[in-house]
């Protein structure tokens, strides 16, 4: 198992950045594939990006796409989102998620607890 926290949410007014870390322990030896998803006030779980343990594949929701980056240092065993010109809609909870395998957006065998995003319009 491995386990997952993440860090850097917060309060950013629109069109700002803001980045997110996922630090993973636990068993880290193996090859996960990553990803950040979110939850806004109200509304489903959705999925924001992901990336392969090499960091050679990756995928993004069609609404961060140009503006978020997902990043992993695999040598620090955690990982990244940086965002940038965000929106109010960005706002949400965001979650850190490891698999075993590569799914893409339907990815999530382990899960952190979430950071807090919150952006001012």
């Known amino acids: 198992q491995v386990q997952l926290v993440e860090s850097g949410g917060g309060l950013v007014q629109a069109g700002g950045s803001l980045r997110l870390s996922c630090a993973a322990s636990?068993?880290?030896?193996?090859?996960?594939?990553m990803g950040w998803f979110r939850q806004a006030p109200g509304k489903e779980r959705e999925f924001v990006a992901a990336i392969s343990y090499s960091g050679g594949n990756t995928l993004y929701a069609e609404s961060v796409k140009g503006r978020f980056t997902i990043y992993r240092e695999n040598a620090e065993n955690t990982l990244y989102l940086q965002m940038s010109k965000l929106k109010s809609e960005d706002t949400g909870v965001y979650y850190c998620?490891?698999?075993?395998?590569?799914?893409?957006?339907?990815?999530?065998?382990?899960w952190g607890q979430g950071t807090q995003v919150t952006v001012s319009s």
């Open positions: 998620a490891a698999d075993r395998y590569w799914s893409g957006a339907t990815m999530g065998e382990y």
């Open positions: 636990g068993s880290t030896s193996r090859r996960y594939t």
